[in-house]
């Protein structure tokens, strides 16, 4: 077992005494401050900590300033002026912080404040930075939040999978995508299959499909009312990604809708742009990557490990059946190139790669095919031809993983050329985990192209199975100072469903 560290004694601690527990309404709700002085509306975040660099993240009640007050290691204390925030950010603002000192605990207190100097209420981000030495860590991955109706009910404790995650004490989070639903309206109540009646938490804006920026700015508003959520965001830094649900139901650049929910803009370049922005605004993510508008990125976790996160989204080709005899792009040629290129360069022990969409599992959309998969079990074909490429530059890379979510429900599955029709790379794992909240599904029929083999599956009992059930997933993995890697799925819980334990090659 690793040292204890201030993350794992002092949240220790706090757990003993009982603030872990979920409150009595499980919600933020609005509130406006008579005092002059800016409130905190959503909680804090922080995310893409590196060995040396972190995001935080905030927003205001009111224009003002961010600010932060940076306490590190010893008794080290130093204040960062950030950005000005307004209705044109959406009141949210994020500070990049360089130059931190590699495996120490951070606590950063952010606040606003006014013109006239007045600093508001202020709330305390915590995260570690990743040790350039060889070191234990851990981190948690799912997707899927406040899907297929199932939003925020106060009734049985608000998005509790949350909590579960959060009681793991990980060093990140990586959210895989469909960080929230722009295209799935919340009803008051749902009544379940079995009588029970389901209460959702709702605001004007989680009632339609989003179609205007500040209807994308209300679905993530919505999911920071959840206090098992702001308190996780608080304490673990996330690694975000986007797939479909922030925009609309399996699109792609250039699509026209023809649902008729959508009176008022039906383009989908436009529905995404204004999606992009939302999303950008409420997540902690650097504005490296906002001004180059670019989601893939690299985040360097030290001697054991790199997590490569990818953007399945916004260089997908339209859906086809997926039989194309060239090249169709998923990632599309330039972040599939940077993709391998990088892999080849990294010297960690483990390349866990972050897909929002899985690989081998057949994701249908309507008679055309959504993922990769394209439902034949013969060479690779159109979107396949890409991991094709991929998997054959990377042949000799050792340690790398994939991890996913989309899919609503949680499994392992093991690819090797022995099974494969395509048989020019190295045998790898890929875990899936999700929903967090949301409706569950699956399992899925499995493409035989690159030879999966599904080790564990957990799926739902009935199609749309709501969170209260239990069926909510995540994935657990946690890497020794020695680098042994043991990848756990977990329930609504936290329940140990499967595990897998990975040892580093010679």
């Known amino acids: 077992m690793a040292d204890p560290t201030r993350r794992t004694v002092v949240t220790s601690a706090l757990a003993a005494a009982g603030t872990l527990a979920v409150p009595t309404t499980a919600v933020a709700l609005p509130y406006q401050s008579r005092s002059g002085r800016p409130l905190l509306t959503s909680g804090v975040a922080s995310g893409d900590v590196t060995t040396d660099r972190a995001i935080v993240w905030a927003r205001a009640d009111r224009p003002s300033r961010l600010v932060a007050t940076v306490h590190g290691p010893g008794r080290s204390r130093h204040v960062v ?27 950063v207190d952010l606040a606003f404040e006014t013109e006239d100097g007045h600093i508001g209420e202020s ?69 379940e299959p079995d009588g029970q009646v389901w209460h959702n938490l709702l605001i004007p804006e989680v009632e339609v499909v989003a179609q205007t920026l500040a209807q994308f700015r209300g679905r993530h508003r919505y999911n920071h009312m959840d206090d098992n959520l702001r308190a996780m965001y608080a304490d673990v830094p996330v690694l975000a990604q986007w797939d479909d649900h922030e925009t609309t139901n399996n699109w792609w650049p250039g699509e026209v809708l023809e649902d008729p929910r959508y009176d008022l803009e039906r383009r989908v370049d436009v529905l995404a742009a204004r999606a992009k922005q ?11 990557h906002d ?15 790199d997590v490569f996160c990818l953007d399945m989204r916004t260089f997908k080709g339209e859906n086809t059946d997926g039989t194309e005899q060239q090249r169709t792009p998923l990632m599309g040629r330039e972040q599939v190139r940077w993709l391998a290129r990088e892999l080849q360069r990294s010297r960690a022990t483990w390349k866990v790669i972050s897909s929002d969409l899985p690989l ?59 099974r494969a029709a395509f048989t020019d790379f190295s045998p790898f794992w890929e875990f899936v985990a999700g929903p967090i909240n949301a409706g569950t599904f699956g399992p899925n029929e499995m493409d035989g192209t690159f030879g999966p083999r599904v080790d564990f599956v957990k799926a739902a009992d009935y199609p749309n199975q709501s969170p209260r059930a239990g069926n909510q997933f995540f994935g657990h993995a946690d890497i020794s100072v020695d680098g042994v890697l043991v990848v756990t799925l977990r329930d609504r819980e936290g329940t140990v469903l499967y595990t897998r334990e990975l040892t580093p090659e010679a």
């Not at 040790?131 to 009734?155: C, E, H, K, L, M």
């Not at 939302?278 to 490296?288: D, H, K, L, T």
């Not at 001004?291 to 490990?305: D, Q, S, V």
């Not at 309507?366 to 031809?385: F, H, I, K, V, Y």
């Open 81 to 107: 002026t950030g950005p000005w925030v307004d209705e044109a950010s959406d009141l949210t603002g994020t500070l990049d912080l360089c130059r931190l000192a590699p495996g120490r605990d951070y606590a």
């Open 123 to 191: 709330a305390t981000a915590s995260f570690t930075t990743a040790d350039q030495r060889p070191a234990a860590q851990s981190f948690v991955w799912t997707g899927d939040t406040a899907g297929q109706g199932w939003g925020i009910n106060p009734d049985i404790g608000g998005y509790l999978a949350y909590r579960a995650m959060h009681e793991t004490r990980p060093d990140f989070f990586v959210h895989c995508g469909d960080t929230i639903y722009a295209d799935g309206p919340l009803e008051r109540s749902v009544t």
């Open 291 to 305: 001004r180059e508008g670019r989601i893939h990125r690299k985040i360097e976790r030290g001697r054991h490990l």
């Open 360 to 418: 081998g599992i057949i994701v249908p959309d309507g008679d055309m095919q959504e993922s990769l998969a394209n439902a034949n079990p013969g060479a690779p074909l159109g979107r396949e031809l890409e991991l094709a490429w991929l998997l054959r530059e990377i042949k000799d890379v050792p340690g790398v993983v994939w991890i996913t979510a989309d899919v609503h429900y949680c499994a392992a599955h093991h690819y090797s050329p022995e």
């Open 278 to 288: 939302a999303w950008w605004e409420w997540q902690p993510i650097s504005s490296e």
